[in-house]
């Protein structure tokens, strides 16, 4: 649920992602399909390719899972074929909400994510619809245990990092898409542990939502990220702490 910037509901959104390691390994070996099919097999040459091979690290994917992914995608070795889709919609209470899928059947995942958001009281909008309320930001996530928060700012800074921000159980740095990796070498060069790094859309304003609405959109968002062929969802929501860990 990229949109909330708060470390608590991040890492809450991460332990659930991780307890559903199956959906977490298939949404990852598609990313390494489609960036070795759009820029090759060297990572070195590919950065889109180098980010999704840091992300299956992220999550300790078997080295052998990266390599068969990666060969698919480049042709050395059969598989599906992968399409990208992004839906733009509005949930309860006018929040906007963008859903970056990769699928074998655009037609079949058109259709279900538009029942979904019926379902949940949304309305799924053509594109440019709320696109231009969201900007591209890589995100990296580091856990304070153990981790001196004056030397990773310095490295997340000097590196590229655009913003370091220190909350209550870890540290959130903000990069620019191209600088993603950088910063994250340069982290991990320095011996630091990175919990997760992505590229998001993160919205450049908030919609305040509380009570029904607010419940409506956190359970819009949760059945979207369930669907199989669903990525990364980004919502500009802006509901409490306490109704979301209550929710959750």
């Keep these: 649920m990229s949109g909330h910037s708060k470390w608590a509901s991040i890492k809450h959104k991460k332990a659930i992602v991780d307890a559903k390691r199956g959906k977490t390994f298939t949404r990852i070996i598609r ?23 840091a992300g299956a690290k992220d999550v300790n994917m078997p080295l052998k899972n990266i390599e068969n992914a990666v060969k698919k995608g480049a042709g050395e ?6 399409e990208e ?10 929040v906007a909400i963008m859903v970056e899928c990769t699928s074998d059947n655009k037609n079949r995942t058109a259709a279900e994510i538009r029942h979904i958001f019926s379902k949940g009281h949304g309305n799924l909008g053509a594109v440019g619809s709320v696109s231009y309320l969201f900007e591209k930001h890589g995100i990296i996530l580091i856990a304070r ?16 990092a655009d913003d370091f921000k220190s909350e209550e159980d870890g540290f ?10 950088d910063v ?4 991990e060069q320095a011996g630091f542990k990175i919990e997760s790094s992505e590229i998001s859309s993160i ?14 959109v956190l359970k819009l968002l949760n059945t979207l990220e369930e669907h199989d062929d ?5 919502a500009n929501y802006d509901i409490s702490d306490e109704l979301i860990e209550q929710y959750q």
């Design 31 to 53: 990313e390494l399909t489609i960036a070795s099919r759009m820029g090759g097999s060297d990572p070195s040459a590919n950065p889109r390719l180098r980010t999704a091979i």
């Design 230 to 234: 669903v990525g990364i969802v980004s």
């Design 77 to 82: 070795l059969e598989g599906a074929t992968y």
């Design 85 to 94: 889709m992004v839906y733009e919609g509005y949930g309860p209470g006018g």
């Design 145 to 160: 245990e153990g981790a001196d928060e004056d030397q990773l700012m310095e490295i997340a800074l000097e590196s590229g």
């Design 184 to 187: 994250r070498e340069a982290i």
């Design 203 to 216: 919205p450049t304003m908030t919609k305040a939502v509380e009570g029904k609405d607010a419940e409506g």
């Design 172 to 181: 959130t740095i903000t990069t620019s898409p191209t600088a993603l990796n």
